[in-house]
Protein backbone atom coordinates (compact mmCIF):
# COMPACT_ATOMS: atom_id res chain seq x y z
CA UNK A 1 0.00 0.00 0.00
CA UNK A 2 1.19 3.60 -0.54
CA UNK A 3 0.36 6.26 2.02
CA UNK A 4 0.88 10.36 1.64
CA UNK A 5 1.03 12.35 4.23
CA UNK A 6 1.53 15.99 5.27
CA UNK A 7 2.19 17.45 9.03
CA UNK A 8 4.94 18.60 10.99
CA UNK A 9 8.14 16.84 13.20
CA UNK A 10 9.56 18.42 15.83
CA UNK A 11 13.65 18.36 15.31
CA UNK A 12 14.53 19.28 18.95
CA UNK A 13 13.99 16.60 22.14
CA UNK A 14 14.62 19.45 24.87
CA UNK A 15 12.43 22.42 22.41
CA UNK A 16 9.85 23.48 20.19
CA UNK A 17 11.20 23.20 16.61
CA UNK A 18 8.26 22.18 14.32
CA UNK A 19 8.62 22.15 10.98
CA UNK A 20 6.33 21.51 7.89
CA UNK A 21 7.07 18.00 5.73
CA UNK A 22 5.35 15.99 3.16
CA UNK A 23 6.25 12.06 2.74
CA UNK A 24 5.29 9.42 0.40
CA UNK A 25 5.33 6.14 2.30
CA UNK A 26 5.29 2.79 0.53
CA UNK A 27 4.44 -0.53 3.05
CA UNK A 28 4.29 -4.37 2.51
CA UNK A 29 2.94 -6.68 4.82
CA UNK A 30 4.69 -9.72 4.19
CA UNK A 31 7.38 -9.70 4.78
CA UNK A 32 6.78 -6.89 7.20
CA UNK A 33 8.82 -3.90 5.21
CA UNK A 34 8.23 -0.29 4.67
CA UNK A 35 9.98 2.77 3.02
CA UNK A 36 9.59 6.62 4.14
CA UNK A 37 10.25 9.46 1.75
CA UNK A 38 10.19 12.90 3.58
CA UNK A 39 11.05 16.24 2.85
CA UNK A 40 11.05 18.39 5.70
CA UNK A 41 11.19 22.43 5.02
CA UNK A 42 13.89 23.85 7.27
CA UNK A 43 13.56 27.12 5.81
CA UNK A 44 11.87 27.99 2.46
CA UNK A 45 13.72 26.88 -0.21
CA UNK A 46 15.91 24.55 2.20
CA UNK A 47 14.58 21.09 2.60
CA UNK A 48 16.04 17.89 4.45
CA UNK A 49 15.34 14.56 2.63
CA UNK A 50 14.52 12.01 5.21
CA UNK A 51 14.83 8.12 4.16
CA UNK A 52 13.06 5.89 6.79
CA UNK A 53 13.21 1.84 6.29
CA UNK A 54 12.72 -1.72 7.26
CA UNK A 55 13.80 -3.49 4.77
CA UNK A 56 14.42 -7.70 4.14
CA UNK A 57 14.95 -7.25 8.45
CA UNK A 58 17.38 -4.03 8.20
CA UNK A 59 16.35 -0.84 9.36
CA UNK A 60 18.23 2.53 7.50
CA UNK A 61 17.57 6.21 8.68
CA UNK A 62 18.95 8.29 6.00
CA UNK A 63 19.10 12.49 6.01
CA UNK A 64 20.38 15.21 3.52
CA UNK A 65 20.18 18.73 3.02
CA UNK A 66 18.79 19.29 -0.33
CA UNK A 67 19.15 16.00 -0.95
CA UNK A 68 23.02 16.55 -1.07
CA UNK A 69 24.42 17.50 2.19
CA UNK A 70 24.03 14.03 4.58
CA UNK A 71 22.99 14.87 8.27
CA UNK A 72 22.34 11.50 9.24
CA UNK A 73 23.22 7.79 7.73
CA UNK A 74 22.50 4.69 10.40
CA UNK A 75 21.47 1.37 8.93
CA UNK A 76 21.75 -2.34 9.60
CA UNK A 77 19.98 -4.59 12.31
CA UNK A 78 20.30 -4.59 16.11
CA UNK A 79 18.73 -1.65 17.98
CA UNK A 80 17.89 0.37 14.72
CA UNK A 81 16.44 -2.36 12.89
CA UNK A 82 13.98 -3.38 15.82
CA UNK A 83 13.25 0.10 16.19
CA UNK A 84 11.88 0.56 12.39
CA UNK A 85 10.12 -2.70 12.88
CA UNK A 86 8.58 -0.83 16.01
CA UNK A 87 6.73 1.77 13.69
CA UNK A 88 5.70 -0.51 11.13
CA UNK A 89 3.72 -2.38 13.77
CA UNK A 90 2.43 0.82 15.18
CA UNK A 91 1.42 1.62 11.95
CA UNK A 92 -0.43 -1.41 11.15
CA UNK A 93 -3.37 0.50 12.45
CA UNK A 94 -3.31 1.73 8.57
CA UNK A 95 -3.24 -1.92 7.60
CA UNK A 96 -5.20 -3.96 10.10
CA UNK A 97 -4.94 -7.14 8.10
CA UNK A 98 -1.17 -7.53 9.67
CA UNK A 99 -2.52 -7.52 13.00
CA UNK A 100 -4.44 -10.35 12.39
CA UNK A 101 -3.14 -13.70 13.80
CA UNK A 102 -3.04 -15.76 10.71
CA UNK A 103 0.19 -13.03 9.91
CA UNK A 104 1.70 -14.41 13.11
CA UNK A 105 0.66 -11.83 15.88
CA UNK A 106 0.15 -13.06 19.16
CA UNK A 107 -2.36 -10.92 21.65
CA UNK A 108 -2.53 -11.21 24.97
CA UNK A 109 -5.03 -8.77 27.22
CA UNK A 110 -4.23 -6.47 29.44
CA UNK A 111 -7.58 -4.72 30.43
CA UNK A 112 -10.98 -4.64 29.12
CA UNK A 113 -9.53 -1.81 26.94
CA UNK A 114 -5.69 -2.71 26.21
CA UNK A 115 -3.83 -5.60 25.06
CA UNK A 116 -0.44 -6.55 23.98
CA UNK A 117 0.39 -7.40 20.52
CA UNK A 118 3.51 -9.55 19.83
CA UNK A 119 5.53 -9.77 16.46
CA UNK A 120 8.21 -12.06 15.81
CA UNK A 121 10.44 -10.93 12.15
CA UNK A 122 13.80 -13.27 12.20
CA UNK A 123 15.80 -12.59 14.98
CA UNK A 124 13.76 -9.81 16.25
CA UNK A 125 10.78 -10.08 19.19
CA UNK A 126 8.91 -7.22 19.58
CA UNK A 127 5.90 -6.50 22.14
CA UNK A 128 3.26 -3.58 21.60
CA UNK A 129 0.56 -2.52 23.78
CA UNK A 130 -2.65 -1.43 22.18
CA UNK A 131 -5.32 0.49 23.59
CA UNK A 132 -9.07 0.66 21.77
CA UNK A 133 -11.89 3.13 21.61
CA UNK A 134 -15.44 2.22 22.69
CA UNK A 135 -15.76 1.50 19.03
CA UNK A 136 -13.07 -1.54 19.41
CA UNK A 137 -10.79 0.76 17.36
CA UNK A 138 -6.87 1.30 18.34
CA UNK A 139 -6.79 4.56 19.81
CA UNK A 140 -2.74 4.23 21.08
CA UNK A 141 -0.02 2.33 21.18
CA UNK A 142 2.88 2.09 23.54
CA UNK A 143 6.47 0.69 23.57
CA UNK A 144 8.46 0.35 27.10
CA UNK A 145 11.55 1.10 25.77
CA UNK A 146 12.62 2.27 21.75
CA UNK A 147 16.05 3.60 20.91
CA UNK A 148 15.86 6.90 20.07
CA UNK A 149 18.77 9.14 18.64
CA UNK A 150 20.66 11.72 21.03
CA UNK A 151 23.34 13.09 18.96
CA UNK A 152 25.22 10.15 17.48
CA UNK A 153 24.10 8.08 20.51
CA UNK A 154 20.68 5.86 20.85
CA UNK A 155 19.12 5.80 24.19
CA UNK A 156 16.06 3.43 25.24
CA UNK A 157 13.15 5.54 26.09
CA UNK A 158 9.32 4.92 26.64
CA UNK A 159 7.17 5.72 23.30
CA UNK A 160 4.19 6.62 22.74
CA UNK A 161 1.47 7.30 19.89
CA UNK A 162 -2.28 8.10 19.34
CA UNK A 163 -4.55 7.17 16.46
CA UNK A 164 -8.03 8.91 15.56
CA UNK A 165 -10.31 10.85 13.15
CA UNK A 166 -11.28 7.23 11.80
CA UNK A 167 -12.30 7.07 8.07
CA UNK A 168 -13.64 4.28 5.60
CA UNK A 169 -11.12 3.76 3.01
CA UNK A 170 -11.40 1.02 0.67
CA UNK A 171 -13.67 -1.37 2.23
CA UNK A 172 -11.11 -0.69 5.93
CA UNK A 173 -11.67 1.77 8.67
CA UNK A 174 -8.23 3.28 9.24
CA UNK A 175 -7.09 6.18 11.29
CA UNK A 176 -6.05 9.79 9.22
CA UNK A 177 -4.39 11.38 12.10
CA UNK A 178 -1.70 10.30 14.04
CA UNK A 179 1.09 11.82 16.58
CA UNK A 180 3.54 10.60 18.16
CA UNK A 181 6.00 11.45 20.85
CA UNK A 182 9.08 10.63 23.15
CA UNK A 183 8.55 10.03 27.15
CA UNK A 184 11.79 12.22 28.19
CA UNK A 185 12.65 11.15 31.84
CA UNK A 186 11.93 14.95 32.21
CA UNK A 187 8.75 14.70 30.48
CA UNK A 188 6.82 13.78 27.49
CA UNK A 189 7.48 15.61 23.94
CA UNK A 190 5.58 15.02 20.60
CA UNK A 191 7.88 14.64 18.07
CA UNK A 192 4.89 13.86 14.95
CA UNK A 193 1.98 15.06 13.59
CA UNK A 194 1.05 13.65 10.41
CA UNK A 195 -2.63 13.71 8.40
CA UNK A 196 -3.03 11.33 5.74
CA UNK A 197 -3.43 12.92 2.21
CA UNK A 198 -3.55 9.84 0.08
CA UNK A 199 -3.70 6.33 0.54
CA UNK A 200 -4.24 3.38 -1.66
CA UNK A 201 -4.07 -0.13 -0.86
CA UNK A 202 -2.70 -3.28 -3.12
CA UNK A 203 -4.38 -6.75 -2.07
CA UNK A 204 -2.31 -9.70 -3.36
CA UNK A 205 -4.68 -12.59 -4.35
Same mark, same amino acid.
Given at each position: ?????? *? +????????????? #?????? !????????????? !? @??? $??????????? !?????????????? #????? !????????? *????????????? $????? =? %??????? @? #???? %???? +???? *? =??????????????? &?? %????????????????? &? =??? *?????? /? +? /?????? $????????????? /???? #??? +?????????? =?
Amino acid at each position: MTVELA *G +TFNLSHTSERWKR #FTSRQT !IVARRPGFLWDAE !I @ALL $PGLAVRVLDAY !IGGQGMLHAAVLGL #FQVAD !IHGDGEIAR *GELFRFFAEAAWY $PTALL =P %SHGVRWD @A #FDDH %SAYA +TLVD *G =PLTLTLLFRFNDAGL &ID %SFRAEARGAMVGRTMVM &I =PWE *GRWSDY /R +T /RNGMTV $PNVGEVEWLWPEG /RRSY #FRG +TVTSMRFEFL =P
